[in-house]
């Protein structure tokens, strides 16, 4: 069995398709020989900085060539890079970095306010790599990034310890309560949990190993061009872009740093993107909405797949993009930072899968908390494990490991925390995660499966659910909403509305008007500031 390491691959892939194109942000092109370059220029400074074997270099960046470069570049020396969510504040920033030990940050320079208010906090930092922008260049302190990667470097740098496929990847993700928890991701089990190479929509199976993953791009290989509309520094555009350069493919970024539907689809016309990467409906419904107010303005022929993970995405919403992409099909995947391919549901023009209704990957499972297995059919609900290919645990976090990851059944899992029910059929009822669980009268709701009846309603462009302290019930379901552009829905009609999808008592019963739910980058909500807003608009203590 093959043992893999990124760097190993993208150095091959390097090596076949040099002219063809990696990375295209805005007017700028670099071509794998170019990228394969420009990361081993980085690899060589990182090394001659005097970070040893998996010191973890930060990537503090926005969307653009210079995160995938920062993360090879380490991958090559056998390093390990860490993500950083580009929204923190200052304590925030401190915290992640202190936590991972980050030795080398790469940044925008936009940030070099912030940077240089916590740099004398961080003193294990050996090198902060500035990449100029509108914002401004690199300070005294930090260094010039694109004057390191434009420099000469061997063909394939290396530390002197080598690589392994035992190389980590940091990824942190916030989840729903607690500071940032660092994900440890073995290269080995990434590229098998991401496919190793293999493409459903192009018709290739994982490969055995590196000469056949190779051994595919002749002449006449087809260009696969993926685009991520969302953030590289969380797992869905970064894993996504990972596959994609698997395939000798080309990773497009888009220069805007806050979302311009219109700049998306302009793109996708430009270069012929066969993939785009979103984040449920914070993406999907800004998709539509611009489609249907420019009917056949975009060529968006060459769209094979939009794919997206970690958000819920209605049916509605599906079926409704597909008249505007009639070929493409739509793969709604249900997982997490430490739990990838729990399940998936895959819409076309030929049919679409209903909303958080999700077919079971090869290796998940659903179970009580008491480690029984539910049976499809009984109504019981369980939490979806999954097993295979899972990370090693969180980062300097024996407990929440300990937590996470669990041994059932004589095997090992990921139990990230969603429930959810198992049909007859096997596929999946997704519920939502426990921690935001809404616990009214005895019953428990979770805020997912109200949210999207709430958003199937004319009236309503997005929506939160909430619970909210109650003397009598222990807690009730506050509905916060984001209104269609000059509706104004009322309490009554919205919980008509959900009584007539979903039991009684998972109606609202209170209501606060947003002017937007505010939505982070990968499309999650803040319920914590969110049941604020509520509770302080409704005058209740929480």
Same mark, same amino acid.
């Given at each position: 069995?093959?043992?893999?390491?990124?760097?190993?691959?993208?150095?091959?892939?390097?090596?076949?398709v040099?002219?063809?194109?990696?990375?295209?942000?805005?007017?700028?092109?670099?071509?794998?020989?170019?990228?394969?370059?420009?990361?081993?220029?980085?690899?060589?400074d990182?090394?001659?900085?005097? &970070?040893?074997?998996?010191?973890?270099?930060?990537?503090?960046?926005?969307?653009?060539?210079?995160?995938?470069e920062?993360?090879?570049?380490?991958?090559?020396?056998?390093?390990?890079?860490?993500?950083?969510?580009?929204? #923190?504040?200052?304590?925030?920033?401190?915290?992640?970095?202190?936590?991972?030990?980050?030795?080398?940050?790469? #940044? *925008?320079?936009?940030?070099?306010?912030?940077?240089?208010?916590?740099? *004398?906090?961080?003193?294990?930092?050996?090198?902060?790599?500035?990449?100029?922008?509108?914002?401004?260049?690199?300070?005294?302190?930090?260094?010039?990034?694109?004057?390191?990667?434009?420099?000469?470097?061997?063909?394939?740098?290396?530390?002197?310890?080598?690589?392994?496929?035992?190389?980590?990847?940091?990824?942190?993700?916030?989840?729903?309560?607690?500071?940032?928890?660092?994900?440890?991701?073995?290269?080995?089990?990434?590229?098998n949990?991401?496919?190793?190479?293999?493409?459903?929509?192009?018709?290739?199976?994982?490969?055995?190993?590196?000469?056949?993953?190779?051994?595919?791009?002749?002449?006449?290989?087809?260009?696969?061009? &993926?685009?991520?509309?969302?953030?590289?520094? *969380?797992?869905?555009?970064?894993?996504?872009?990972?596959?994609?350069?698997?395939?000798?493919?080309?990773?497009?970024?888009?220069?805007?740093?806050?979302?311009?539907?219109?700049?998306?689809f302009?793109?996708?016309?430009?270069?012929?993107?066969?993939?785009?990467?979103?984040?449920?409906?914070?993406?999907?419904?800004?998709?539509?909405?611009?489609?249907?107010?420019?009917?056949?303005? #975009?060529?968006?022929?060459?769209?094979?797949?939009?794919?997206?993970?970690?958000?819920?995405?209605?049916?509605?919403?599906?079926?409704?993009l597909?008249?505007?992409?009639?070929?493409?099909?739509?793969?709604?995947?249900?997982?997490?930072?430490?739990?990838?391919?729990?399940?998936?549901?895959?819409?076309?023009k030929?049919?679409?899968?209903?909303?958080?209704?999700?077919m079971?990957?090869?290796?998940?499972?659903?179970?009580?908390?008491?480690?029984?297995?539910?049976?499809?059919?009984?109504?019981?609900?369980? &939490?979806?494990?999954?097993?295979?290919?899972?990370?090693?645990?969180?980062?300097?976090?024996?407990?929440?490991?300990?937590?996470?990851?669990?041994?059932?059944?004589?095997?090992?899992?990921?139990?990230?925390?969603?429930?959810?029910?198992?049909?007859?059929?096997?596929?999946?009822?997704?519920?939502?995660?426990?921690?935001?669980?809404?616990?009214?009268?005895?019953?428990?709701?979770?805020?997912?499966?109200?949210?999207?009846?709430?958003?199937? *309603?004319?009236?309503?462009?997005?929506?939160?659910?909430?619970g909210?302290?109650?003397?009598?019930?222990?807690?009730?379901?506050?509905?916060?909403? /984001?209104?269609?552009?000059?509706?104004?829905?009322?309490?009554?009609?919205l919980?008509?509305?959900?009584?007539?999808?979903?039991?009684?008592y998972?109606?609202?019963?209170?209501?606060?008007?947003?002017?937007?739910?505010g939505?982070?980058?990968?499309?999650?909500?803040?319920?914590?500031?969110?049941?604020?807003?509520?509770?302080? /608009?409704?005058?209740?203590?929480?």
């Amino acid at each position: 069995m093959t043992s893999w390491n990124l760097a190993d691959i993208y150095e091959a892939v390097a090596r076949v398709v040099p002219d063809r194109p990696a990375q295209v942000h805005g007017n700028r092109t670099f071509t794998w020989s170019q990228f394969d370059q420009r990361c081993n220029a980085l690899a060589a400074d990182l090394l001659a900085a005097g &970070l040893s074997h998996q010191s973890k270099v930060a990537a503090y960046l926005y969307n653009g060539p210079e995160y995938l470069e920062t993360y090879v570049a380490a991958f090559k020396a056998g390093l390990a890079p860490v993500n950083t969510n580009y929204r #923190y504040g200052h304590d925030e920033i401190v915290y992640l970095f202190d936590n991972a030990d980050a030795e080398a940050v790469v #940044y *925008h320079a936009t940030f070099n306010d912030l940077v240089a208010s916590v740099r *004398h906090e961080l003193p294990k930092v050996k090198r902060w790599y500035c990449v100029a922008d509108a914002a401004g260049s690199a300070p005294d302190w930090a260094i010039d990034y694109e004057s390191v990667v434009s420099m000469p470097a061997p063909d394939a740098v290396r530390g002197p310890w080598g690589r392994s496929p035992d190389d980590l990847l940091l990824l942190y993700t916030g989840g729903t309560t607690g500071m940032p928890k660092g994900v440890m991701w073995r290269q080995d089990d990434l590229v098998n949990v991401l496919g190793s190479g293999g493409n459903a929509v192009l018709g290739f199976a994982p490969a055995a190993d590196m000469s056949e993953l190779i051994g595919r791009m002749g002449a006449d290989w087809p260009r696969f061009t &993926l685009l991520s509309a969302c953030p590289l520094m *969380h797992g869905t555009g970064q894993f996504s872009s990972f596959i994609a350069l698997m395939l000798g493919g080309c990773v497009v970024t888009l220069p805007s740093r806050s979302f311009d539907v219109a700049e998306l689809f302009d793109q996708v016309q430009r270069h012929h993107v066969n993939s785009i990467i979103i984040v449920g409906q914070a993406f999907a419904g800004p998709m539509l909405e611009h489609l249907d107010a420019s009917p056949g303005r #975009y060529d968006l022929s060459s769209v094979r797949m939009i794919t997206s993970s970690g958000v819920m995405w209605s049916q509605d919403n599906k079926q409704a993009l597909l008249a505007h992409m009639p070929d493409a099909a739509l793969f709604d995947s249900f997982g997490s930072s430490e739990a990838v391919g729990m399940g998936a549901s895959v819409s076309t023009k030929d049919g679409t899968s209903k909303t958080a209704r999700f077919m079971l990957g090869p290796f998940c499972g659903v179970f009580t908390e008491d480690g029984r297995r539910v049976t499809p059919g009984s109504g019981e609900r369980g &939490l979806v494990a999954v097993g295979g290919f899972i990370p090693l645990g969180y980062y300097k976090d024996d407990a929440k490991t300990a937590q996470t990851f669990r041994t059932i059944e004589g095997k090992r899992w990921s139990v990230p925390g969603d429930w959810a029910e198992v049909n007859e059929d096997g596929t999946l009822n997704l519920l939502g995660r426990g921690s935001v669980c809404i616990n009214t009268g005895g019953e428990k709701v979770f805020p997912e499966e109200v949210e999207e009846a709430l958003k199937r *309603h004319a009236k309503v462009r997005d929506a939160v659910a909430v619970g909210l302290p109650d003397t009598r019930f222990g807690e009730t379901i506050c509905a916060v909403v /984001e209104p269609t552009p000059g509706a104004s829905p009322t309490l009554a009609e919205l919980a008509d509305f959900v009584k007539s999808n979903l039991a009684a008592y998972k109606a609202p019963r209170q209501l606060v008007i947003v002017d937007t739910i505010g939505r982070a980058p990968n499309g999650k909500v803040d319920y914590k500031r969110l049941r604020g807003v509520a509770a302080k /608009e409704l005058g209740i203590t929480v």
